[in-house]
């Protein structure tokens, strides 16, 4: 006998399924177009979805911009930080998840290379709950980098006197610049200038360069 509710499950995976599809395709417009430009018209016509629908998911602009922002999030764990830490700890975890960084932009996993940088540009003027979350996303990606720093400093990997909120500012300024020097310069120099400006400050915060890569 067919499950009674198997119909309600049925819609309510298709609307997951909705859900999901129109917020990669937000993600992917903004990292072009930023949030503010965002609209569920534009949407729903790029996937052929009624619009009427969509107010179900997102009754408001904002709430969008939130779900959108909380997706980027999601691709970001998912491409780059879980693969670097399931694989590696200390310093070698910090050098992973610059790898993979610059990975993500270089196999053009976003149309406008990344979202965040998009974002943060355009709203850091702009007070308010969508600003308000961004920021705290940044705050979590420093504290990220901040805690492998202070893990290898105890590893003995670091240095001792080896500064985690600067170095966590210095890794993500590099991975930042490549966005947009990789599309007003050329690509390949600013890819290998990323990666060899993070390898040569860590080599030389390194106490064992031979758990670096040597270039």
């Given at each position: 006998?067919?499950?009674?509710?198997?119909?309600?499950?049925?819609?309510?995976?298709?609307?997951?399924?909705?859900?999901?599809?129109v917020?990669?395709?937000?993600?992917?417009?903004?990292?072009?177009?930023?949030?503010?430009?965002?609209?569920?018209?534009?949407?729903?016509g790029?996937?052929?979805?009624?619009?009427s629908?969509?107010?179900?998911?997102?009754?408001?602009?904002?709430?969008?911009?939130?779900?959108?922002?909380?997706?980027?999030?999601?691709?970001w764990?998912?491409?780059?930080?879980?693969?670097?830490?399931?694989?590696?700890?200390?310093?070698?975890?910090?050098?992973?998840?610059?790898?993979?960084?610059l990975?993500?932009?270089?196999?053009?996993?976003?149309?406008?290379?990344?979202?965040f940088?998009?974002?943060?540009?355009?709203?850091?003027?702009q007070?308010?709950?969508?600003?308000?979350?961004?920021?705290?996303?940044?705050?979590?990606?420093?504290?990220?980098?901040?805690?492998?720093?202070?893990e290898?400093i105890?590893?003995?990997?670091?240095?001792?006197?080896?500064?985690?909120?600067?170095?966590?500012?210095?890794?993500?300024?590099?991975g930042?610049?490549?966005?947009?020097?990789?599309?007003?310069?050329?690509?390949?120099?600013?890819?290998?200038?990323?990666?060899?400006?993070?390898?040569?400050?860590?080599?030389?915060?390194?106490?064992?360069p031979?758990?670096?890569?040597?270039?």
């Open positions: 006998m067919p499950n009674a509710n198997s119909g309600g499950d049925g819609r309510r995976q298709r609307g997951d399924r909705t859900r999901a599809a917020l990669d395709a937000a993600v992917d417009l903004a990292s072009t177009d930023g949030l503010d430009g965002l609209s569920l018209a534009q949407l729903a790029r996937l052929g979805v009624s619009k629908g969509l107010f179900t998911h997102w009754p408001d602009k904002q709430t969008l911009q939130l779900a959108v922002i909380d997706r980027a999030r999601e691709q764990a998912d491409l780059v930080v879980r693969p670097a830490l399931a694989e590696h700890t200390g310093v070698r975890a910090l050098w992973a998840v610059h790898e993979r960084r990975a993500f932009y270089a196999d053009g996993v976003l149309p406008g290379g990344c979202f940088v998009a974002t943060q540009a355009e709203f850091d003027d007070p308010g709950a969508v600003r308000d979350r961004l920021v705290a996303l940044l705050h979590e990606w420093v504290d990220l980098l901040c805690s492998l720093t202070t290898a105890a590893a003995g990997e670091l240095r001792a006197d080896t500064d985690p909120a600067l170095l966590a500012y210095e890794l993500d300024a590099l930042q610049s490549v966005v947009t020097r990789a599309r007003l310069h050329d690509a390949d120099t600013a890819f290998g200038h990323a990666r060899a400006a993070v390898l040569t400050r860590l080599r030389g915060l390194c106490l064992h031979d758990l670096l890569p040597r270039r």
